[in-house]
């Protein structure tokens, strides 16, 4: 039997995917206000401004624990995210330079390296959708987050993405893990 929703339910149902989109907006940009803080020079900012590190670690760090404690909020986006993600890593092998910047060469080795860590993490993000996430799981996908971030900074040296393969073996970690647990309670 499927529920009909009535007219001020569909608003308000509408209403909160608009607020959620919004609020994942508004968290991208306190990762890349604290990356530009944390990380930026002189050169990025205006005339008399100088960065400040610690404000760049702390809007980072607030990011992260927003990131770990609304994970089970956003679980269900991250498949989609990766879809993208695994279609951008495509373009790169084939087109052979970053997707956002043409001017960034990737080697054809480099390329296919990503496509296949990205592709595995998500053929992994659609389990992660459909079970309560641990505290591992969590700091898993914000260490792949975080890794994403890094693996971008290595592309544009053209480096292999070690950052990238680390945060991709963090989320099989903790998937093996669930899965281990599965295993030993119906065993046990």
Request: charged share 15%; hydrophobic share 55%; glycine share 10%.
């Amino acid at each position: 039997m499927t529920a009909v929703l009535s007219k001020a339910e569909e608003v308000v149902s509408g209403f909160r995917r608009a607020g959620g989109c919004l609020l994942g907006v508004a968290w991208l940009g306190l990762v890349f206000a604290g990356i530009v803080e944390a990380f930026g020079t002189e050169a990025n900012f205006l005339e008399g401004h100088h960065p400040s590190r610690v404000l760049g670690y702390f809007l980072l760090a607030t990011a992260a624990i927003i990131f770990v404690t609304t994970a089970d909020r956003w679980k269900r986006a991250f498949p989609g995210i990766m879809i993208a993600a695994t279609l951008g890593a495509l373009l790169e092998l084939e087109q052979g330079h970053a997707v956002n910047n043409p001017s960034v060469l990737v080697p054809r080795s480099t390329g296919f390296v990503q496509l296949v860590v990205i592709a595995g993490v998500t053929g992994l993000s659609f389990t992660f959708k459909k079970r309560p996430l641990h505290i591992l799981d969590r700091i898993a996908l914000l260490v792949f987050a975080a890794s994403i971030f890094l693996g971008g900074e290595q592309e544009a040296h053209r480096q292999m993405p070690f950052a990238l393969f680390f945060g991709a073996v963090c989320v099989l970690l903790a998937w093996t893990i669930n899965r281990l647990r599965i295993s030993h309670r119906i065993e046990g």
